[in-house]
Every structure is written in structure tokens, then in C-alpha cells.
């Protein structure tokens, strides 16, 4: 997975894998969208339909999910750092995906650039 963004968008590339199993080619998000970036262990709903996707208990979440949250759309897999995007205004309510540190250190960089001007 690539994620990197320009002073409009933010993009989401998954690798031929990552499409296979999470049944999504990619993500432009416009920045204006975003209401919220968060880093911590997402809370999963007890309530969920999964929609195309893929799910193993502990090894696996990828796909879109229909929560009490709206729709969503997850790549996680374990023994990673989490990245949560919330959107407003969007075909999905919420993007949850695994990521390494250092994307997740570039994308907090980012952010703060952005707030900056």
C-alpha cells in the first residue's frame, strides 16, 4: 500500500494483493473531506455487515463494512499501526487501514504542514 498526498488530495494505491482482497482498486480523498485522522486501535462495531471483502479473525478485515457508524472501509491486518481517516460528505464514513510506522510518520508530517499554512 501507498498513501501520499498532494495540497488537494490524499492518495490510497494497494498493491494487485491488497486489491484482490479488500475488492477495492484505490482512494482519492480530497483533503476537504477529511474530518478527522487518528491513530490509535480502532473500535470495532459488534454490528456489522461485511460487504466484498475478506476476513480471517486476528490475521485479516479488508473490504467495505456496513456498521451503526455508516459505511466503511478497512485493510487491517495485525501487528501493525493504524491509520483512521473520517470523512464527511463521503461514499464512506470512515477508512481504517493497517500501516507501517514510517507512512504512519510521513502522514502526521503532512498534516501538520498543512496546518501550518
Known sequence: MQIFSDDNNMYIKFSTLEKILGVHWSFTIPLDTISEISYE???QSLREIRMPG????G??????YLTNRGREFWYTTRNKSFLIIELKNGFYKRIV???NESIKN???EKIRENLEK
Open 59 to 64: 490475521i485479516i478485515k479488508a473490504g467495505t
Open 54 to 57: 475478506t476476513f480471517f479473525p
Open 41 to 43: 486501535r480502532p473500535v
Open 106 to 108: 510521513k502522514i502526521q
Open 97 to 99: 487501514l493497517s500501516v
